[in-house]
């Protein structure tokens, strides 16, 4: 059996806006992009995470403006990594102790990818199951 790392299933396009960015920006770069994330960056690095479920929640749900809320203010920090070279084993192990649905890749420092719990299904199912008993 192989043994898959995290590199051969990431995705290696990630979307990111500045903590400055308005929700408006960010739901429509979700939008246009057809992705559930943005990764969330302060002077060019990765800092945090906001999902299309904070939105809803931390804004939709309080009935705040989106155009009036920054990325910082919402986003999930500090932001949970994993490196391309790690075992897939770690990212699902990582996804379930942590209960989120997605980890940005960091390799020296530098924001290569997105791993899912969808990319995990979609190459290495089994994985899921050990960690992820119920589902």
Do not use: W
């Not at 979307?15 to 559930?36: H, K, P, R, Y």
């Not at 929640?57 to 809320?69: A, G, L, N, Q, Y």
């Not at 390799?107 to 992820?132: A, H, Q, W």
């Amino acid at each position: 059996m192989e043994i898959l790392e995290v590199g051969d299933v990431m995705t290696h396009e990630v979307i990111t806006e500045d903590e400055d960015a308005l929700v408006t920006i960010i739901s429509n770069d979700m939008e246009q992009s057809g992705i559930g994330s943005v990764v969330i960056t302060k002077g060019g690095k990765p800092v945090g995470i906001i999902t299309d479920r904070d939105i809803a929640i931390k804004v939709i749900m309080k009935d705040r403006k989106p155009s009036k809320i920054k990325a910082k203010e919402i986003m999930s920090s500090p932001l949970i990594t994993i490196e391309p070279y790690e075992p897939m084993e770690k990212a699902c192990k990582l996804l379930a102790e942590k209960d989120i649905r997605r980890l940005p890749v960091m390799e020296d420092d530098e924001l290569v990818g997105i791993i899912s719990v969808r990319n995990v299904l979609t190459r290495n199912p089994m994985c899921v199951k050990r960690f992820y008993p119920g589902e």
